[in-house]
């Protein structure tokens, strides 16, 4: 619970200065923040062995700390630099880490779902015992290539996990205005794929569902929706004001639901650590993500020649 609590708070102070970072400018283009969705990432790395991967949209940068991604390499990567996981071309949106089997990162919405379902073939084909965890959002729920990702999971009895991020807003579309069916759990019935509701603000919870969803793929009976209700904190992305909500709603989940705070709790309330323990914690994830910030704005920019690198000519025959 320590080291859950440790990661949660790694992926918190690390959103917050990257915050921090973009309203000075030193941050361009788009940025998605994780702010108040940390149990989800971190209860899903704690049911996955070496070996598994992760895959996701824009708002990555949580799912990369929890695999064990350089804070620093990230930041870099945010603010365009050289000492980035992308040598500073791929941004905030756009990053990627074979060694830590994280494959993205992608700006189209719902386009991580059929290459999460190729990695899971892959897995299969290769008989590797590896399962691919795909995450999406409840606005990427309703991309059609989603279903057809959902139909062949199932047909091939792949070994993958789809797990969809609910923080109740499609940028600025609330799921009641956008989804006929709001239980997202529910949507592949039609293609008998079983699902779960889970608490995505219970890191535990979260885990436990995540057990369960791995274990079901990794032994040969196909794919599980984890449907994990959650909540952002911040805009959709650092550009939006966020009026589609009331302050009262955001202040009730900060104040009652928030994980962090809930995790805290738990190991105060168990005896496993106390206030003085959970401050040493927090000094150390803050020293990590200022060395970070540190590194990101002295790590220099890329060389001219990265205009032509990782580019693929084709020659005609």
């Not at 008998?192 to 608490?199: A, H, K, L, M, Q």
């Not at 911040?234 to 550009?239: A, F, I, K, L, V």
């Not at 009262?248 to 928030?258: F, L």
């Not at 168990?270 to 200022?290: C, F, P, Q, S, T």
Request: net charge negative; glycine share 12%.
């Amino acid at each position: 619970m320590l080291a859950y609590y440790q990661q949660m708070l790694l992926i918190r102070r690390f959103e917050e200065k990257a915050g921090q970072l973009y309203g000075m400018g030193l941050i361009a283009g788009f940025c998605h923040l994780y702010i108040g969705q940390e149990a989800v990432v971190t209860g899903m790395k704690a049911a996955i062995k070496d070996g598994d991967q992760m895959i996701t949209g824009y708002r990555d940068h949580g799912h990369m700390l929890a695999l064990g991604m350089d804070a620093a390499g990230v930041m870099a990567e945010l603010t365009g630099r050289s000492g980035g996981y992308s040598r500073g071309k791929g941004g905030s949106m756009h990053m990627f880490s074979v060694e830590k089997n994280f494959y993205g990162g992608h700006g189209i919405v719902g386009a991580q779902v059929p290459l999460g379902a190729g990695l899971a073939f892959a897995d299969k084909y290769n008989e590797n015992g590896n399962v691919c965890l795909t995450f999406f959002g409840d606005g990427a729920a309703n991309q059609g290539q989603v279903y057809e990702s959902f139909n062949m999971a199932k047909l091939w009895d792949l070994p993958i996990v789809f797990v969809i991020e609910n923080n109740q807003y499609a940028m600025g579309t609330s799921i009641e205005r956008s989804s006929s069916e709001t239980h997202l759990h529910r949507r592949g019935a039609s293609f008998g794929i079983p699902g779960i509701e889970v608490d995505g603000m219970d890191v535990l919870a979260v885990r436990d569902a995540g057990l369960k969803a791995v274990k079901h793929a990794r032994s040969g009976k196909g794919p599980m929706i984890l449907e994990m209700k959650t909540y952002r904190y911040r805009g959709h992305s650092m550009s939006d004001p966020a009026k589609y909500r009331t302050r009262d709603e955001v202040n009730e989940m900060r104040q009652h639901h928030d994980p962090i705070d809930h995790a805290k709790a738990r190991l105060e309330g168990e005896g496993w650590a106390n206030e003085a323990a959970l401050k040493g914690i927090d000094k150390a994830v803050r020293m990590i993500v200022n060395d970070a910030a540190d590194f990101a704005q002295t790590s220099p920019l890329p060389a001219d020649s990265e205009l032509l690198s990782d580019i693929l000519a084709l020659e005609e025959i």
